[in-house]
């Protein structure tokens, strides 16, 4: 458990994508710190369940479940609107849900770009339009938009990802700008490498788009970019959320944090 603590409880939070990987681990990290969450994303119902249990029965909040698909406008708004009506609040509002595609432009096939952009951008639009009006009324909100060090730099292979992650810090500003006087704050996450499935997918891709072992593609490509040669930890990620939607996070409007290892320090 990371060192980090902040008072949460009776506060409500939706996080997108938290059936996996980073998260699972957020919602983890809120519902701990008091917070009833709304878990959603896609996976196996009996392990979807077993989370939401767990994570109700750990940290004694309530903990719901919604399926919105995030492709879709209609069920992200759904979503948001359960959350609000469930929970009776909606405080904080993590865009977290996201896919990879690696492959070089000219072969990157056009649905998975479309996918890429509906899901790792798009959807952060979608939920914040349903969210904001919420937040606004209760004069207080908190959203985190999950973006990367791929929102900042580059890597070869990733267009569409790069692409909607620069979109993520785009849209983040601009809608930090529009809620700066209603109490609601708006920033981005960036994470360098973390050791999620998703990643994890990416080694085996990664090797085969460059010819390489996966060895290679671990030590070589992705530790090679983040200078302490360490994954970045779940519990790191948290204590930095936690910030960012704690009292304190206030005036920390339309930025990021960036937990990279010094990767664009470079
Ligand atoms: P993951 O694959 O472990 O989890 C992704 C989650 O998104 C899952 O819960 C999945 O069900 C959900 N999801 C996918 N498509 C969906 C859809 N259409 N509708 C609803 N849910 C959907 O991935 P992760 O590594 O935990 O990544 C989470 C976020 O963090 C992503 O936005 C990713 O871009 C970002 N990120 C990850 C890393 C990393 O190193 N893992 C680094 C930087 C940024």
Partial sequence: MGAVSVDLSG?????????????????????????NIVLNGFGNAGEIEALRVRLSSDH?????????????????????????DQLGRLDILVNNAGIQHVAPVDEFPEDKWDAIIAI?????????????????????????NLASVHGLVASPFKAAYVAAKHGVHGLTKTAALEAAETGVTINCLNPGYVQTPLV???????????????????????????????????????????????????????????????????
Avoid: C
């Fill in 11 to 35: 506060q409500a939070a939706v996080i997108t994508g938290s059936t996996s990987g980073i998260g699972a681990a957020l919602a983890e990290g809120l519902a701990r710190s008091g917070a």
């Fill in 60 to 84: 004694g909040v309530s903990v719901l479940y919604h399926g919105a698909d995030m492709t879709r406008p209609g069920e992200i708004a759904d979503l948001i609107g359960f959350a609000h």
């Fill in 120 to 144: 790792n951008l798009s959807s952060v639009f979608h939920a914040m339009k349903a969210a904001l009006p919420i937040m606004k009324a209760q004069g207080r909100g908190r959203i985190v």
């Fill in 200 to 266: 994890e997918g990416q080694i085996a891709d990664t090797a085969k788009a460059r010819g390489i072992t996966e060895e290679e593609v671990v030590r070589d490509v992705m530790l090679a970019a983040q200078p302490t040669k360490q994954f970045v930890t779940y519990d790191q990620l948290i204590g930095a959320l936690l910030y960012l939607v704690s009292d304190d996070g206030a005036n920390m409007n339309g930025g990021a944090i960036t937990v990279d290892g010094g990767w664009t320090a470079k």
